[in-house]
């Protein structure tokens, strides 16, 4: 448990506030005690840290009104003037509390009497205990404008989590759409040539999209999850290209319960599909693989189409776009995403994301091998 929740609970603050008092007040007696024994004076301890604490009771006493007025009247513009007004009134009052208080302490500690007592407070004490009252006026703001800066810190933390989480639920809601569009476009293609396997399309793209919805408010998924998301598009990409379309998975056993952004594989595959199986009559190969390099998860997509274009740069779709900015959202600096061509011809895809395992163990990962 967080040490801070504790101290927020009343109970800690009148046990912490106790203890600050009593430090002080055996700090003065040792102070006390030493001092007077190096002055030849007959003090002993016990008399020293009676007399100590009896004078640090009291303010501690005390300073739970002064509290509620330093809390009340704070010097802040528009009312500094009303407040410094208060505390000026309450200088003086405290003091003489303290006097009055610290007299009849002395009584019970075996003083001559009263009014003795509180003539030698009147005559030594008065402008020490206004020092005191200041400083825990002081010490109340200071606490005040902490605890302020902290709620602020902390909103503010709040705030940009929120944000963060609106922008990618935004790009989430962009990508769905984007791939639904695309299939259905492949869909109006394929039933003027093949309606049995246009009709087989439509019912794939129904289990699909019940994927996808399913997971529409998931940020991160297992390695496995998101595996399982990508063989059902492809079973809808193979009934449209055919053995135009082959496809290989090395993924590490290690890897399958690493969190990976949820659809982050499809724009991906699809990017693959589009630019190294889609232009080309003759079949086509996509690659997958996935290991884990120290504390990092390497993703690797590459095809054996044409490549990158040799004169101008690769144009990004939604799909590519739209990963680069959830990776950035979700990560930061900590992720590499990279486009280059590949040694033997077409299109290398790497990212690289920091590797956390998630809890969830609920199928056998070998199932993808």
């Known amino acids: 448990m967080s040490v801070e929740p504790i101290i927020q609970r009343p109970w800690a ?7 600050f008092w009593t430090l002080i007040g055996v700090s003065f007696a040792s102070h006390f005690y030493l001092s007077s024994n190096e002055a030849g004076l007959a003090v002993g301890w016990k008399q020293a840290l009676s007399y100590a604490l009896g004078d640090w009771y009291v303010f501690a006493l005390l300073s739970i009104p002064v509290t509620f007025l330093a809390r009340r009247f704070r010097f802040e513009a528009g009312t500094w003037e009303r407040s410094l007004a ?64 902290r709620e602020r810190e902390l909103r503010t933390l709040e705030l940009e989590k929120h944000l963060a989480q609106a922008k990618l639920q935004a790009l989430q809601m962009q990508l769905n759409p984007h791939f ?33 919805l399913a997971g529409a408010d998931t ?14 598009y492809l079973e809808i990409e193979k009934i449209r290209f055919g053995n135009r379309l082959a496809v290989a998975m090395d993924i590490a056993p290690d890897t399958f319960e690493a969190q990976v952004p949820n659809l982050i ?34 993703l690797h997509v590459s095809d054996n189409g044409a490549g990158l ?19 950035r959202e979700l990560y930061g600096e900590k992720h590499q995403f990279e486009l280059r061509g590949g ?20 199928q056998d990962p070998n199932s993808h091998h």
């Open 13 to 19: 603050k009148w046990l912490l506030g106790f203890a």
């Open 86 to 149: 208060i505390h000026l009134l309450g200088c003086p009052v405290f003091s003489l509390a303290y006097m009055t208080l610290r007299a009849w302490v002395g009584q019970l500690q075996g003083a001559a009497s009263f009014s003795g007592a509180f003539q030698r407070l009147l005559v030594k004490t008065w402008p020490y205990d206004l020092l005191i009252y200041w400083v825990i006026v002081v010490v109340c703001h200071a606490f005040d404008y902490y605890r302020k800066y």
């Open 180 to 212: 639904l569009f695309n299939t259905l476009h492949s869909i109006s293609a394929l039933m003027h040539r093949d309606v049995e396997a246009a009709d087989a399309m439509i019912t794939r793209l129904s289990d699909l999209l019940r994927a996808a």
């Open 219 to 232: 940020q991160e998924v297992p390695l496995r999850q998101e595996l399982q998301f990508l063989e059902r």
């Open 265 to 298: 594989l499809q724009p991906l595959v699809e990017n693959a599909i589009r630019h190294g199986i889609e232009p080309r009559a003759r079949p086509g190969r996509i690659e997958l693989r996935a290991r884990r390099e120290a504390n990092v998860l390497a």
């Open 309 to 327: 274009p040799k004169k101008s740069a690769l144009e990004e779709g939604v799909g590519l776009s739209n990963t680069r900015a959830r990776l």
């Open 343 to 362: 040694p033997q011809g077409g299109l290398e895809v790497q990212l690289t994301i920091p590797f956390r395992i998630s809890n969830h163990h609920d």
